[in-house]
């Protein structure tokens, strides 16, 4: 959140009828109301492709390129109204920079940073829900238009006893809509891919589990204030401190951090001394959270970070509402399957993935070799900056490689017939970290330490 020295004059309750024209004064939260708008957009997004072919026919231009920008606005636009999990997958794929059209890639990196807030009205009505009074009665101060609005919720400016306060508050209906989108969702999707329920209720649990955690704003608080604690000491980050009587189960304040978000920080031209400690600080963080926490923020996108060139590079470090706590188990097989010793044992890496559920007893050879070889290249690739001691991330060739080899696996042959998921469940948001982490350090153009030996 950018460092703003000094707020407007509180607003009256009065004042909230003044929101902006594109605040959002009601979200559709019940599973028809959802699946009403879900069906909305699909029938604009087949009209555009009607229209698409229709001027192609004629001889008139009309380019993929311009559908998928049509068809991109559109959709986000929905999710933008819908919220929660919906918007929360689109947050997602957009960290995936190969995954999707770039149309879609760059609405949906919005996602990362603002969507339409909520209306003055609403958010008093939170406040009068959890507190029985208005925002100006609790704060001194208490700015009415969000500051910045995401998926779960928006965050408003505000000041007590003169400590400048972030206020999160949390979009109504949000966890009753998370569970209503997978039960929507689930259904289709299991047709379209032709798997059973059983099949994927492990992956399903796993991502409704952790959507749902971050609705709690009450576990939020307690997982912000221990790992900020415990990763205190570590040098070049900075935590909010959390302030419980201001918080409630859909509402959450702490320290107003200082900084900008990666895109607006590039712009001012760092010098590479400050990309290479902002990225370290980041890295060791992650280290120390795998390594010894056992558990890791497992949302790194953009929006979760506020750099600074204070100091040489600081980093502030948002938002413990997706933690992800990692069995003793899956921390020893997923650093086991990273290290050069598995890579250059064919058997060892056999066994570590039939522990991961990666191969199977009653697979054929044919698969069973496929998998090895793809798993072993991949593996290489991918776990390339844990085996080397320093590791420039700033090399164009090595993200390059990635999507290639993403690109290449996209067109096996195998992997397009062999539809059922496989792997441990834990690993989707292990992996969603570490994607994560590489695609900030990637764009920062950062050369790290990464403690290999």
């Given at each position: 959140m950018p460092e703003e020295p000094e707020l407007p004059a509180p607003l009256p309750p009065s004042a909230a009828a003044g929101a902006p024209a594109s605040s959002l004064d009601s979200l559709p939260t019940t599973k028809v109301a959802r699946a009403a708008r879900f069906a909305k957009t699909g029938l604009k997004v087949g009209a555009n492709y009607v229209k698409h072919y229709a001027r192609r026919s004629v001889g008139a231009d009309s380019s993929s390129a311009d559908l998928h920008q049509a068809n991109a606005a559109e959709l986000y636009g929905a999710l933008s109204e819908m919220k929660g999990s919906v918007l929360k997958v689109a947050q997602m794929l957009a960290m995936e920079k190969n995954l999707l059209p770039t149309a879609y890639a760059d609405q949906f990196a919005q996602a990362q940073y603002q969507t339409p807030p909520l209306s003055g009205p609403l958010v008093v009505k939170a406040f009068q829900t959890a507190f029985g009074k208005s925002p100006f009665a609790l704060f001194d101060e208490f700015d009415l238009q969000a500051r910045q609005a995401a998926s779960i919720g928006q965050v408003h400016q505000a000041r007590k006893d003169g400590q400048?306060?972030?206020?999160?508050?949390?979009?109504?209906?949000?966890?009753?809509?998370?569970?209503?989108?997978?039960?929507?969702?689930?259904?289709?999707?299991?047709?379209?891919?032709?798997?059973?329920?059983?099949?994927?209720?492990?992956?399903?649990?796993?991502?409704?589990?952790?959507?749902?955690?971050?609705?709690?704003?009450?576990?939020?608080?307690?997982?912000?204030?221990d790992i900020g604690a415990r990763c205190a000491?570590?040098?070049?980050?900075?935590?909010?401190?959390?302030?419980?009587?201001?918080?409630?189960?859909?509402?959450?304040?702490?320290?107003?951090?200082?900084?900008?978000?990666?895109?607006?920080?590039?712009?001012?031209?760092?010098?590479?001394?400050?990309?290479?400690?902002?990225?370290?600080?980041?890295?060791?963080?992650?280290?120390?959270?795998?390594?010894?926490?056992?558990?890791?923020?497992?949302?790194?996108?953009?929006?979760?970070?506020?750099?600074?060139?204070?100091?040489?590079?600081?980093?502030?470090?948002?938002?413990?509402?997706?933690?992800?706590?990692?069995?003793?188990?899956?921390?020893?097989?997923?650093?086991?399957?990273?290290?050069?010793?598995?890579?250059?044992?064919?058997?060892?890496?056999?066994?570590?993935?039939?522990?991961?559920?990666?191969?199977?007893?009653?697979?054929?050879?044919?698969?069973?070799?496929?998998?090895?070889?793809?798993?072993?290249?991949?593996?290489?690739?991918?776990?390339?900056?844990?085996?080397?001691?320093?590791?420039?991330?700033?090399?164009?060739?090595?993200?390059?490689?990635?999507?290639?080899?993403g690109d290449d696996l996209l067109q096996q042959p195998e992997l397009r017939q062999q539809r059922e998921p496989r792997g441990s469940e834990h690993f989707i948001y292990l992996n969603r970290t570490y994607v994560g982490l590489y695609a900030l350090l990637t764009e920062l153009g950062a050369v790290v330490q990464t403690g290999a030996r």
């Amino acid at each position: 959140m950018p460092e703003e020295p000094e707020l407007p004059a509180p607003l009256p309750p009065s004042a909230a009828a003044g929101a902006p024209a594109s605040s959002l004064d009601s979200l559709p939260t019940t599973k028809v109301a959802r699946a009403a708008r879900f069906a909305k957009t699909g029938l604009k997004v087949g009209a555009n492709y009607v229209k698409h072919y229709a001027r192609r026919s004629v001889g008139a231009d009309s380019s993929s390129a311009d559908l998928h920008q049509a068809n991109a606005a559109e959709l986000y636009g929905a999710l933008s109204e819908m919220k929660g999990s919906v918007l929360k997958v689109a947050q997602m794929l957009a960290m995936e920079k190969n995954l999707l059209p770039t149309a879609y890639a760059d609405q949906f990196a919005q996602a990362q940073y603002q969507t339409p807030p909520l209306s003055g009205p609403l958010v008093v009505k939170a406040f009068q829900t959890a507190f029985g009074k208005s925002p100006f009665a609790l704060f001194d101060e208490f700015d009415l238009q969000a500051r910045q609005a995401a998926s779960i919720g928006q965050v408003h400016q505000a000041r007590k006893d003169g400590q400048l306060l972030a206020v999160k508050v949390q979009y109504p209906g949000v966890a009753d809509s998370i569970r209503s989108d997978i039960r929507l969702v689930k259904p289709i999707a299991l047709r379209v891919m032709g798997l059973s329920e059983a099949q994927v209720r492990p992956y399903l649990e796993e991502v409704e589990t952790r959507l749902l955690e971050e609705t709690n704003y009450v576990l939020e608080l307690q997982r912000g204030t221990d790992i900020g604690a415990r990763c205190a000491h570590l040098p070049h980050l900075e935590f909010a401190r959390y302030y419980p009587e201001l918080s409630a189960a859909r509402i959450l304040t702490m320290d107003w951090l200082a900084g900008q978000h990666l895109k607006e920080f590039l712009l001012t031209e760092p010098s590479q001394a400050v990309r290479n400690q902002l990225g370290q600080a980041l890295w060791d963080f992650y280290a120390f959270q795998m390594h010894t926490l056992r558990q890791v923020h497992a949302d790194p996108h953009p929006g979760n970070f506020l750099l600074r060139s204070d100091a040489g590079g600081t980093v502030g470090v948002l938002d413990f509402g997706c933690v992800k706590e990692i069995p003793a188990d899956v921390y020893a097989l997923f650093t086991a399957l990273l290290t050069t010793e598995t890579l250059a044992d064919e058997t060892r890496l056999a066994d570590l993935l039939t522990q991961a559920g990666v191969l199977r007893p009653d697979d054929s050879p044919a698969r069973r070799a496929f998998y090895l070889r793809t798993m072993q290249a991949s593996l290489e690739l991918v776990g390339r900056p844990f085996r080397q001691p320093t590791f420039d991330f700033g090399d164009p060739a090595y993200m390059q490689a990635l999507y290639a080899l993403g690109d290449d696996l996209l067109q096996q042959p195998e992997l397009r017939q062999q539809r059922e998921p496989r792997g441990s469940e834990h690993f989707i948001y292990l992996n969603r970290t570490y994607v994560g982490l590489y695609a900030l350090l990637t764009e920062l153009g950062a050369v790290v330490q990464t403690g290999a030996r």
